[in-house]
């Protein structure tokens, strides 16, 4: 264990790196395999040095079932853009945000604030240089309260529990 | 090894380079090394011209792809000749860099071994692309070596030079496009055979690329109205530096001569010596310019940067004669101008580094330390390039007024004789101002090396031995006019055809 | 097309040309890479324009021009280097200088010289 | 009916190109400029993979797959030009 | 048959993404502020995009015969890289203090102060100790 | 073989001074003297053969293009002016020794002075016309440097240089006429073409050739109007004069006519040409000696006068005349010579020259005042010396000649007005120095000379005396020879004191008395042309040498203004103009091909690239719009490339274009942000119509071609791609294969570009704004969280893809290029989120090594294949078979491609990242950046004592 740990410090991107020269190339044989398995041990070595920390999955299972919801809302955010662009008699109703941030590494808001920008109406403006709090543009929203505890509660929870336990 | 004999100008001073610069010498070891690759460059040169004085039309098929498919360098009289001029000057810059210039900025001997690889290349191909590769190589070598130093002067001249070099590419593109598009090759021996059988439908499209490959050459030589960027870029280069820029301007006198005797040699029907009459008058008109320039000139540095353009004006009216017996001395004066102007350049330099404030401007100065020395190696050089007896300027020089024929000669005479004279009034004035009207003083600040003295010495002694020499190298350029004049020669040798072979 | 494609490659080589002749270093060395942008058109033009069918040699029947192809690679690798070093010889001309004429003087000056 | 398809989706690209370049060019701001820059970077992977289409052919993916890779880089550039002044600092 | 019905879904997604990418770029030219004009593109874009790697996928899987799934590499690019341009756009867009509509609610301190934030989130270097 | 020796042993004594000089004088002269004594010898050691009316000749090929021969002859005419040259020369010697300063360079001197002797001996004797042209010169420059050996004098330099530029005008006029003459002739073989006179006279370029050659005879000759230089080349130390000036280099011009007299000679031009200048010189020369006050002015006009009398006698041509030139050049040098020593010897004992203050000399000075009254009479042409002689040839001369035609009257009228005028100044030469009062007390108290100084003098004296009482004893063996050389045919002549009461004894004695008349008066005279401006020629011709080079300035600035502006628009619009005289020549611009049907997207390509194209030129001066234009112009070009199926260009396009656009971001932090409005709309107007101009050639020339078809070389790349080069992608093959020659070039050329760049990153000062271009201060927030975290997985993906992109080149479109690129670029994406400092850190390996090793491993492949047997670049491949994994083609060329990918890589990081890192560690951080009021912060980035910038590179 230990020496697969020396070996693989880094298992999840070395996963990741496999699967995207396996993409990559488009086909799965012994060979390209073997190739890809070197590079994705080769390559995360290499690179170690530029990495803060490496995030660790606690939950796997959350973070798929994390995946296929922001998924889903992308969808569902585009279809609600799309009928504010297109109805521009429909008066839309921009609101800028302030999020205080529960979480605390740079890799989860990372993360949060890519899916806000990905997601329903929301833009993350900018996470103030303290990392306590983001500002977010809202395309159409009622008010403040809902749109933070929505993103609470969807994302940010979810991301707390997988990568920060 | 022999068998790889024309590759070496290419590829020494490039190994030399890689390993100039790739590992951390000290500065003795990185001048050794020079020292040793622009030796080893100069033997393997002068075996070249041994192997083109046999008179066969030599090549090198890189990668072992046969032409017209594959990139060649061709080994004639001509480019055996240009490579070892190339040689023995960058001997003399080299020498004289190690006094202390190549020390005044980062990587010069490898940007030097570029810069000779980039202008051995462009000698030696035998492909239009490829000759654009090379000119690029030895332009880039030059900006930065050009740089090499820094100072206000270095800077805004290199600002000229680069940005009209960098229009002059994209013009060598287009044109090669042209020619390749029209002709369909890129081999010049090859264009030649294809212009020979074209469809005359096309000849426009051929002028069209020839005649703005024309510009670019015309502007790496410097002819009028192109040369602009010239007498600042050769005055303000680092003195080593310049005397190599000695050889820049030929290789576009050279490009021009090559492909043009090529393509559009005899062969090519109604599109033969299309470039003549823009390179005879241009010519003309860049001695006249040149000239007055040479007269106007108010600094030493200045004044033999026109003198390298009164040489540009001189060989490229020699080209623009179209005789054999022009190409001949054209390519006698060249040999003469490179190594006297190179040496120039060395000497103002030493001749400026000993008066103090005043360098190299024409003003009175404070008498050089080595006033006799320097004197005499100015009086050398003075003659030398202002074509008076008994040096190689004068023969040359003769050799070209007497190449001139019919009415050519009411109009190459008088210019060319009038040059001289210029040449002879701004250089005597110079003398007359550097070591006569000078201020004695107590000055006992020699900053000059043995290395300086004797790189100076390797170019300027090249102009009476080029005299004792004369005959033997008249030979030579004689016949490498009647090579280059025979385009037919080079395309048998490059592209056999069947009916040829025994 | 081929028309067309002729016009692009003139107005390009017009629009860089225009810019090479500015006073400023900047939009000089933008003129010249917009030049390059037009030359290696051009020069990629010569083998003739053909659609859907790259030079990968496989069971197709007919293939693209390769060597203008490589040609222009050569040319886009050399355009970059030489941008490059222009443009940070602007940026040294500006601090040797003081300004980003191309003549390396300011305007007064110029004004006095005339 | 595939053809049609791509030619509609192909006439919408070419559409939202302009209306890109219409926004770039109109502005006002810098970062609007940036912006239209950006989405013409998107829907040019669009375009492409419309070409792979229609051509039959999958030689051109890399060129979608390295505009989505590098494409943002030219947009991260401007932005910390307009933010820093200096992009590597 | 099912190559009648793959190609209806083929062809419905290439519409469906082009139609996203038109609207997306639409809002992009006609939405009145820049902080509203930046929605568009980064999202309405995305998913045209996606529809179309999508039919891409599909495509060539069918007619090659064998899974073709490279396409969702494009689509994990820029999941990876829309966000952070869009970000750094709106930085810029809050730090240039761009006009916006009337009728935004909200007043962040962005547009008040420059001097905002504190010190900087500490670095991996002390976090990870 | 001897013959060679006369002029090789003199110019080997040129060396003789300089080894000797440190060894002090004595010793220095004598060593000196040698070689010129025993070239004097072995030329007497000939004269048996000579006078048997042989000529010795010796020829060595030297350079047979140019009919250049190192060829020499002896005749007569060269043995008379031999013993001239190298005689008279010893005898200056001599009297140099002690005219010289002890503190002045003697071995320098003597050093010239022989260079000179060398130079004069190899005209007299050449035996070819380009020989003789290159020892002419040859004494243009030795006299320059003989006349300039007081350099501290500015009247010695400006003499110096005006000798030179008008003696070495002549001798280029001199060459073109040789060269023309070569041609006549067909040989520059002095012996040819004193024979082919009829072939030279009935040429048509007859007359240019005798007008050139006489340019340089009388340039040499100082004969009017090129007289000016002589008097001014006095500033010479007089021994210098004395040789130079009385026997030998002025007397160059008339050997010269006298050699060719032959071959050119035989016209009623020459006649009038040459008489007419000559009795011009002669009168006009004579007139200016009379009113000259300084010393040796005096002796040079007089020398111009004899030497036009010479001229004219030359001009005239007859047998007699010519016999009588020549008898007149041996007279002159004598006496010439003696007065010139006379000169300098009271000069260097009174201290002056100006006859003003000279005066009474003779009761100090009684020797010199003997010698010069002898040579004064012998120059004056009174009898019993030998000048009488010559002159009463030239009178009878005048008498009988018809060479000016019906004009011939005025030649015996003007020649006594020259004599009458010669004996005035000679009388009056002798007579104010050593028996008139003088006006002023000259500066030193003079005494006579050291014995020796006056020995050579005394000689020449005597010799004048000698040759007048015998000139048949002394004259005629040596002048006989010479007539024979210039006549080509020997002459009975008989030379004789006396010929009896005849009309030219009337006219030498109308002279005398004029003469001296014209001496009494010539108070008056001079008071008379005192009315008249002066015209110092001196002043004259600097003035006009200095006007010219002035207007040389006007004309030089008028070109080349230094506007970078104007060189470009000349560029293009030859480039324009070049370019329509092609496609003017193109029939019909639409080819056969004609062209394929248009779709939506190729009409919306066009239209985005046209418009971003132009728009990045219009809106040049918002510095930041026009670049982002640019970048769409890139986006677009390279999915044109993929359209028009070049993938691996369309790759390369967009990740060149990504670093160019960080490039020019980076730059544009340190130039202004805008471009202030320069151009008048004039001159946009100008611009824009010469670039439309070349647009419109440019695209005509593209559509030319499009629509034709060509039969290339394409189809044996396709063909040979995989059997010959083991790669599917044909471009990726020829690159890295075909035409790898090229890519190695192409890599060069990057690293240099790299290297370029640290040079001129080194000691950079830069401009660093504060605030952006509306003021705004910078955002604090240096490196943006989200920025910095999604780098980290980029970077990881970007050399995944890499890699990818890079093994699959050969055969599918990629390659080292392009995957160097995306490595340098997932880097710099590093650099910008995480800064200069944290990052360099991290990364271990410095990038010149990189770059550098990449052109060095694609060398390394190249020369491997000479292990072989192979041509440079010659690949290899194979296919290997491992069990699992399945075929693995390997070839030669990846490793080619490595070596690509290693120069990318290091060059663009050396690039970036170096011009990064300068920033930098200078830029006022946030504390200290109290705006500066000029709203530039400049920073001076000094780290020149690293030679090697870098070095510190290396973490
Ligand atoms: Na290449
Ligand atoms: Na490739």
Redesign the interface.
């Given at each position: 264990m230990m020496r697969l740990r020396s070996w693989l410090p880094t298992p999840g991107l070395s996963l990741l790196l496999l699967i995207v020269w396996l993409l990559l190339v488009n086909q799965v044989s012994v060979g390209h395999l073997l190739l890809g398995g070197i590079l994705a041990i080769a390559i995360p070595r290499l690179t170690s040095r530029f990495w803060d920390r490496q995030p660790t999955v606690h939950k796997p299972m959350k973070l798929v079932l994390f995946f296929l919801r922001v998924v889903g809302d992308i969808i569902v955010a585009n279809l609600q853009v799309a009928r504010i662009i297109l109805s521009p008699w429909r008066r839309s109703r921009p609101h800028f945000v302030e999020y205080p941030l529960m979480l605390e590494e740079r890799f989860t808001i990372t993360i949060l604030a890519s899916t806000i920008t990905l997601t329903p109406g929301t833009v993350s403006a900018n996470l103030r240089m303290d990392g306590k709090t983001l500002l977010i543009h809202a395309l159409d929203v009622e008010d403040d309260a809902t749109l933070i505890r929505t993103i609470r509660e969807r994302y940010e929870q979810p991301l707390k529990e997988i990568f920060e336990c | 090894m022999m068998s790889?004999l024309i590759?070496l100008p290419v590829?020494l001073p490039?190994?030399a380079a890689?390993i100039l610069?790739?590992a951390?010498f000290g500065a003795f070891t990185r001048r050794l090394l020079a020292l040793i690759a622009t030796g080893a460059l100069l033997i393997s040169c002068v075996m070249l011209v041994g192997k083109a004085s046999q008179g066969e039309v030599l090549y090198?098929?890189?990668?072992?792809?046969q032409p017209?498919?594959?990139?060649v360098l061709v080994l004639d009289r001509l480019s055996a000749l240009m490579v070892t001029v190339t040689a023995i000057l960058s001997m003399g810059c080299v020498i004289f860099a190690c006094g202390g210039d190549d020390?005044?900025?980062?990587?010069f001997h490898?940007?030097f071994q570029?810069q000779l690889?980039?202008i051995n290349?462009a000698f030696l191909t035998g492909d239009l692309?490829?000759l654009f590769?090379?000119f690029?190589?030895l332009l880039?070598?030059s900006?930065?070596l050009l740089?090499?130093g820094?100072?206000?002067d270095r800077?805004?001249s290199?600002?000229?030079y680069?940005?009209?070099n960098?229009?002059?590419?994209?013009?060598f593109?287009?044109a090669?496009?042209?020619l390749?598009?029209?002709?369909?090759?890129?081999?010049m021996a090859?264009m030649a055979r294809a212009v020979s059988v074209m469809d005359p439908?096309?000849?426009?499209?051929?002028?069209?690329?020839?005649?703005?490959l024309?510009?670019v050459f015309?502007?790496k030589a410097a002819i009028l109205?192109?040369y602009?960027?010239l007498?600042?870029t050769y005055a303000s280069a680092p003195a080593p530096v310049a005397a190599l820029f000695a050889v820049m301007t030929k290789v576009g006198i050279y490009a021009i001569l090559r492909v043009y005797s090529l393509v559009f040699g005899d062969q090519a029907g109604t599109l033969e010596a299309l470039e003549q009459p823009w390179v005879w008058w241009m010519a003309l008109a860049t001695l006249v310019?040149a000239a007055?320039?040479?007269?106007?000139a108010?600094d030493l540095r200045l004044l033999v940067a026109y003198l390298v353009l009164v040489s540009v004006g001189t060989l490229l009216a020699g080209l623009g004669m179209h005789s054999p017996q022009a190409t001949?001395a054209l390519l006698f004066y060249l040999v003469h101008t490179t190594l006297v102007t190179g040496g120039l350049f060395l000497l103002a330099d030493m001749i400026g580094l000993q008066r103090g404030k005043v360098g190299t401007r024409l003003v009175k100065g404070r008498t050089p330390i080595h006033a006799?020395a320097l004197g005499l190696l100015f009086?050398l050089g003075a003659?030398a390039v202002a074509g008076?007896?008994?040096l190689s300027g004068?023969?040359a020089k003769?050799?070209l007024?007497?190449a001139a024929d019919g009415i050519q000669?009411a109009w190459l005479?008088p210019p060319l004789?009038?040059a001289?004279?210029c040449a002879?009034?701004?250089l005597?004035?110079a003398g007359?101002t550097l070591?006569?009207?000078s201020q004695e003083s107590d000055n006992t600040d020699d900053q000059l090396s043995g290395w300086h003295w004797a790189g100076t010495a390797w170019l300027l002694i090249a102009s009476p031995l080029l005299v004792v020499l004369?005959?033997p190298l008249?030979?030579y350029t004689?016949a490498a006019a009647a090579q280059l004049n025979d385009p037919s020669a080079i395309i048998q040798a490059l592209l056999p055809t069947e009916e040829d072979a025994p | 097309m081929e028309l067309l494609y002729a016009i692009t490659t003139g107005v390009l080589s017009a629009s860089g040309l225009y810019l090479t002749l500015r006073g400023r270093t900047f939009p000089v060395v933008v003129g010249l890479t917009l030049l390059s942008y037009a030359v290696n058109l051009f020069l990629f033009s010569m083998g003739g324009l053909t659609s859907n069918a790259p030079a990968i040699i496989g069971d197709s029947s007919h293939y693209s021009d390769p060597l203008p192809q490589a040609l222009v690679l050569t040319a886009i690798v050399i355009g970059f280097a030489m941008t490059a070093f222009a443009i940070i010889l602007a940026m040294r001309a500006r601090g040797d200088m003081g300004n980003d004429h191309v003549d390396g003087r300011k305007a007064e000056d110029r004004g006095e010289r005339r | 009916m595939l053809d049609t398809a791509v030619v509609i989706s192909g006439a919408l690209i070419a559409l939202s190109l302009l209306l890109n370049l219409f926004r770039l060019t109109r502005g006002p701001d810098m970062p609007d400029r940036i912006l239209a820059l950006d989405t013409m970077y998107v829907n040019s992977i669009a375009l492409i993979l419309l070409m792979g289409l229609w051509m039959n052919s999958k030689t051109y993916f890399e060129a979608a797959l390295l505009i989505a890779l590098l494409g943002f880089i030219s947009t991260v550039a401007v932005c910390k030009y307009l933010l820093r002044g200096d992009i590597i600092e | 048959m099912l190559y009648v019905i793959l190609e209806a879904v083929i062809s419905a997604l290439l519409i469906a993404g082009g139609l996203f990418a038109f609207i997306g770029s639409m809002g992009l030219a006609h939405l009145r502020d820049f902080f509203m004009r930046l929605h568009g593109p980064t999202k309405a874009t995305t998913l045209g995009i996606g529809c179309m790697l999508i039919a891409s996928m599909l495509y060539f899987s069918v007619t090659q015969s064998e899974l073709h799934l490279q396409e969702l590499l494009i689509t994990l690019f820029l999941f990876i890289t829309a966000p952070v341009s869009a970000h750094l756009l709106a930085k810029v867009g809050l730090h240039q203090r761009l006009k916006f509509v009337d009728k935004t609610r909200g007043k962040p301190v962005e547009f008040l102060d420059e001097d905002i934030g504190g010190k900087p989130l500490s670095d991996s270097s002390d976090s990870n100790s | 073989m001897t013959l060679l020796w006369i002029p090789m042993l003199t110019l080997l004594g040129v060396l003789v001074p300089a080894l000797t000089a440190q060894r002090g004088r004595p010793i220095c002269t004598l060593a000196t003297a040698a070689l010129p004594t025993l070239a004097l010898i072995l030329t007497l050691a000939q004269f048996p053969a000579i006078a048997d009316g042989e000529y010795p000749r010796v020829a060595l090929e030297w350079m047979p293009q140019l009919g250049l021969d190192l060829a020499f002859r002896l005749d007569g005419l060269s043995l008379l002016f031999n013993i001239l040259i190298l005689g008279i020369g010893l005898l200056i010697l001599l009297y140099a020794h002690y005219y010289l300063d002890k503190s002045e360079s003697h071995g320098r001197f003597y050093a010239y002075l022989i260079l000179f002797m060398a130079s004069m001996v190899g005209i007299v004797m050449a035996d070819n016309l380009l020989v003789l042209w290159i020892f002419w010169e040859m004494t243009s420059l030795s006299s320059f440097l003989l006349i300039g050996f007081w350099s501290h004098r500015s009247e010695a330099r400006k003499g110096a240089r005006m000798a030179m530029t008008v003696t070495g005008a002549g001798g280029l006029a001199l060459l073109a006429g040789f060269l023309l003459l070569g041609d006549i002739v067909g040989s520059f073989d002095m012996q040819t073409v004193l024979d082919s006179a009829d072939i030279i006279l009935a040429d048509p370029r007859y007359p240019l050739v005798l007008v050139l050659v006489l340019l340089g005879a009388f340039t040499k000759s100082a004969q009017f109007p090129f007289h000016f230089w002589l008097p001014h080349a006095m500033a010479a130390p007089t021994p210098v004069s004395a040789y130079l000036h009385s026997a030998t280099m002025v007397k160059a011009g008339i050997f010269l006519m006298a050699r060719l007299h032959p071959a050119l000679a035989g016209s009623e031009l020459w006649s009038a040409l040459v008489a007419v200048i000559g009795i011009t010189t002669m009168v006009y020369a004579a007139w200016f000696a009379l009113v000259e006050s300084d010393l040796k002015g005096i002796l040079a006009f007089s020398t111009v006068s004899h030497l036009g009398l010479i001229t004219v006698l030359l001009g005239i041509g007859s047998p007699m005349a010519v016999l009588a030139a020549l008898f007149h050049i041996l007279n002159h040098a004598t006496f010439k010579a003696a007065l010139f020593m006379c000169s300098g010897i009271i000069d260097h004992e009174a201290g002056t020259r100006d006859l003003s203050r000279l005066g009474k000399l003779a009761k100090a000075m009684p020797i010199t005042c003997l010698v010069m009254s002898v040579a004064g009479a012998a120059m004056a042409g009174f009898p019993l010396f030998n000048g009488f002689l010559s002159k009463e040839m030239f009178f009878e001369s005048t008498l009988h000649t018809q060479a000016l035609g019906g004009l011939s009257l005025m030649l015996p009228v003007l020649a006594t007005i020259g004599g009458a005028l010669s004996v005035g100044y000679s009388v009056r030469l002798v007579h104010a120095v050593f028996f008139a009062e003088p006006r002023h007390a000259p500066p030193k108290h003079p005494h006579e000379p050291p014995r020796l100084m006056r020995a050579p003098a005394e000689l020449l004296a005597a010799l004048c005396v000698a040759i007048g009482l015998f000139p048949a004893l002394i004259a005629t063996w040596l002048l006989a020879p010479a007539v024979e050389a210039v006549l080509q045919a020997p002459l009975e002549f008989h030379l004789a004191i006396w010929h009896g009461f005849n009309l030219p004894l009337a006219m030498s004695g109308a002279a005398a008395a004029a003469g001296i008349t014209a001496y009494v008066l010539h108070r008056y005279i001079r008071r008379f042309i005192r009315d008249f401006p002066s015209r110092n020629a001196n002043l004259i011709f600097e003035g006009a040498v200095q006007y010219i080079s002035d207007k040389a300035e006007v004309i030089t600035e008028f070109f080349d203004n230094g506007s970078l502006q104007r060189f470009m628009a000349l560029l293009i619009g030859t480039a324009l103009l070049m370019g329509a005289i092609g496609l003017f020549q193109v029939e019909t611009l639409t080819g056969p091909k004609g062209n394929q049907p248009l779709d939506g997207v190729l009409i919306l390509g066009a239209m985005l690239l046209i418009f971003t194209g132009i728009g990045t030129a219009v809106t040049h001066r918002q510095r930041l719009l026009s670049l982002i234009m640019l970048s769409v112009v890139g986006l677009i070009v390279s999915l044109t490339f993929a359209r028009f199926s070049a993938p691996d260009l369309a790759l390369t396009q967009l990740s060149v274009e990504v670093v160019t656009m960080i490039l020019l971001m980076l730059a544009l932090f340190f130039l202004p942000q805008k471009t202030p409005r320069e151009s008048s709309p004039s001159r946009s107007l100008r611009d824009v119509i010469m670039c439309s101009g070349l647009g419109v050639v440019i695209a005509a020339l593209n559509y030319a071609v499009l629509t034709r078809d060509t039969n290339t070389i394409s189809s044996f790349f396709l063909e040979n791609s995989v059997p010959g080069g083991g790669g599917h992608n044909a471009v990726n093959v020829i690159l890295v294969d075909f035409r790898g020659f090229d890519t190695l070039g192409e890599i060069t050329v990057l690293a240099i570009a790299g290297l370029a760049i640290l040079k001129l990153l080194n000691r950079l000062r830069l401009f660093m704004p504060h605030s952006d271009s509306e003021g705004r201060i910078w955002c604090p927030d240096r490196y943006p969280m989200i920025l910095t975290t999604v780098s980290q997985p980029v970077l990881p993906l970007a050399l995944l893809v890499s890699v990818f992109i890079f093994l699959r080149g050969h055969n599918l479109p990629g390659g080292g290029f392009i995957a160097g690129l995306i490595t340098a670029v997932g880097l710099i994406l590093i650099y910008m989120a995480r800064g200069v400092d944290w990052t360099q850190q991290r990364l271990a390996f410095p990038f010149q090594p990189i770059a550098i090793l990449g052109v060095g491993i694609a060398t390394l492949t190249g020369f491997g294949s000479w292990l072989f047997g192979y041509p440079f670049l010659t690949s290899s491949y194979d296919h290997f078979h491992i069990p699992l994994i399945g075929d693995l083609e390997l070839a030669t060329a990846l490793l080619f491609d490595l070596g690509v990918y290693l120069a990318v890589v290091g060059a663009t990081l050396m690039i970036l990242a170096n011009l990064g890192k300068v920033t930098t560690s200078h830029r006022p951080s946030k504390d200290d950046s109290t705006p500066i009021p000029s709203g530039l912060h400049r920073t001076d980035i000094s780290d020149t004592a690293n030679p090697n910038p870098d070095a510190k590179e290396t973490v």
């Open positions: - | 790889h590759i590829v490039l190994a890689v610069l790739l951390r090198y098929a890189l990668g072992n792809w017209p498919f594959g990139i020390e005044k900025g980062s990587n490898g940007l570029l690889m980039g290349g692309f490829n590769v090379f690029e190589v880039l070598a900006y930065a740089v090499h820094g100072g206000r800077i805004q290199a600002v000229h680069v940005v009209l960098l229009a002059g590419s994209a013009l593109l287009i090669v496009g042209m390749y598009g029209a002709t369909g090759t890129l081999n090859d439908e096309r000849n426009g499209l051929v002028v069209a690329g020839a005649l703005m024309l510009v015309g502007l109205p192109l602009f960027w007498p600042r310019i007055i320039g040479v007269l106007a108010r001949s006799t009086l003659i008076l007896p008994p004068a023969l003769a050799l007024l007497a000669r005479w004789l009038i001289g004279l002879l009034v701004a005597s004035r007359s070591f006569w009207r004369a005959g008249a030979t004689e | - | - | - | -």
